[in-house]
């Protein structure tokens, strides 16, 4: 057991209800101090994970509340250790009035993360795990919130625990070998694990193929809404958050700076940049807007390319589209459809959407065809990878594979094909928690909020 901490678990605003944990050596007699149960025994005698009710009390006796308190005694607890966790009314006060009670009392605040980690170092959850609780909390998009749920369950943990334990088998056999030469060992025959080494890059590669996308579905995938001025990309930017977030007028160059706004669409959550027209022009306040809009295009994921529809196009017209058809994904927006029409074929090779932002036409068929341009791998929930950390480790583990094989071809003596392997194993083990070094396991976890 360690130090007792204690923190407030959920938000500092005035909600309904409001959590603080405590977690470590003598929390429940700590916590036996402050509460009193409405009938049966006393906060040490209760069973295991059941609601408690009764009195909150301050050290001098006088009320705070009336709440509800769990206990869950270690090993069994989220954090190995016992726990006690107070469920009061929500007041920021009354939380924050509780909390030093318990400082007074011996416990100290609870760093970012620290709870969570308490779990991982004592065996509770694996590092991989551990993040996930981070992206839980942080999802935005149903996909995202499936992905991070399977990876609590430990879907990544397991397909890399696979891994690593073929790759310990051939360590296992070949040191045996080596270590005991007189014990009846089948003979270490380093070809006969080829394909075991194949199937463990090819297993790697596939994680490593989701990352992109993964990284994208946590995120967000940065969007910029690019067009000629009045073309109709504020209105759009309205249209899709459903409120007029952005200034829309008839004159030209209202918008002179990037908008930025979050947008959940066909699954997917969007970060819209609506950016200024993009022209040639002498206003510097304008000019300086162009330039950023240059220069969301060519960060963006995704490039909504806006096009007038009322009107003819223009060379700036076929500028943007070159622009957008070299983005990584892009689409053609003809807008103001509710207007008398004036384009009727655009020259590009992107698909392009009619779009009214008045009536709403075309939003849907917009929305489809954004959710088909960023389709999700074909993997399991959970076991598309969303942590530059954990892909960056599984860069290395399969590097190290490709040379172990590459030893292999050119007939190599089998130590340095295990030397190459077991290097792929460590940086394997970075992901899980086996071989993670403190100082990374302090970085994963300043990430947290408090409380968690």
């Not at 190995?80 to 416990?107: I, K, M, N, W, Y």
């Amino acid at each position: 057991m360690s130090e007792p901490i204690a923190a407030i678990a959920t938000g500092s605003q005035i909600a309904a209800i409001g959590i603080v944990r405590l977690s470590g050596e003598g929390v429940i007699p700590m916590a036996r101090r402050l509460f009193t149960p409405d009938r049966g025994p006393e906060l040490s005698q209760q069973p295991d994970r059941k609601l408690c009710y009764g009195r909150l009390c301050r050290r001098d006796g006088s009320l705070l509340d009336l709440c509800l308190v769990t206990v869950s005694r270690g090993p069994d607890s989220y954090t190995g250790e016992d726990t006690v966790e107070f469920q009061c009314h929500g007041s920021p006060l009354l939380l924050r009035t509780l909390l030093e009670e318990l400082f007074a009392l011996g416990a100290r605040q609870a760093g970012p993360g620290e709870f969570t980690k308490r779990a991982f170092l004592n065996g509770r959850l694996g590092l991989s795990e551990a993040e996930a609780v981070a992206d839980l909390i942080d999802a935005e998009s149903d996909e995202a919130l499936r992905n991070a749920a399977g990876q609590l369950s430990g879907a990544i943990h397991r397909r890399a625990e696979r891994i690593y334990r073929a790759l310990s088998d051939i360590s296992a056999h070949y040191h045996a070998v080596l270590d005991y030469p007189d014990e009846d060992i089948e003979d270490f025959e380093l070809r006969a694990y080829e394909d075991t080494l194949r199937g463990a890059l090819g297993e790697l590669e596939k994680l490593l193929g989701t990352f992109r996308r993964g990284k994208l579905l946590n995120a967000g995938i940065p969007t910029a809404i690019v067009g000629r001025p009045n073309a109709g990309k504020s209105s759009l930017l309205n249209a899709l958050l459903g409120y007029e977030r952005a200034i829309v007028t008839a004159v030209p160059g209202t918008t002179r700076d990037t908008i930025e706004e979050r947008l959940h669409l066909g699954g997917l959550c969007l970060r819209l940049i609506d950016t200024a027209g993009i022209r040639e022009t002498e206003d510097e306040v304008e000019r300086l807007g162009v330039q950023r809009s240059r220069a969301a295009l060519e960060g963006a994921e995704l490039v909504i390319a806006v096009v007038d529809g009322s009107r003819a196009c223009t060379e700036e017209d076929a500028a943007i589209l070159r622009a957008a058809e070299q983005a990584g994904r892009g689409l053609v927006v003809l807008s103001k459809q509710d207007l008398s029409a004036a384009v009727e074929r655009i020259d590009t090779v992107l698909p392009v959407i009619p779009v009214s932002s008045v009536t709403g036409e075309g939003l849907d068929e917009l929305e489809r065809a954004i959710a088909d341009l960023f389709p999700l791998p074909e993997a399991p929930a959970g076991e598309i990878l969303t942590n530059a950390r954990q892909a960056e480790a599984l860069g290395r583990a399969a590097e190290s594979l490709r040379a172990a094989l590459n030893a292999m071809e050119q007939g190599l003596t089998p130590d340095l094909v295990l030397t190459e392997s077991e290097t792929a194993m460590r940086a394997i083990g970075e992901l899980t928690g086996r071989s993670v070094r403190e100082d990374v396991t302090n970085r994963i976890f300043q990430r947290f909020c408090v409380g968690k």
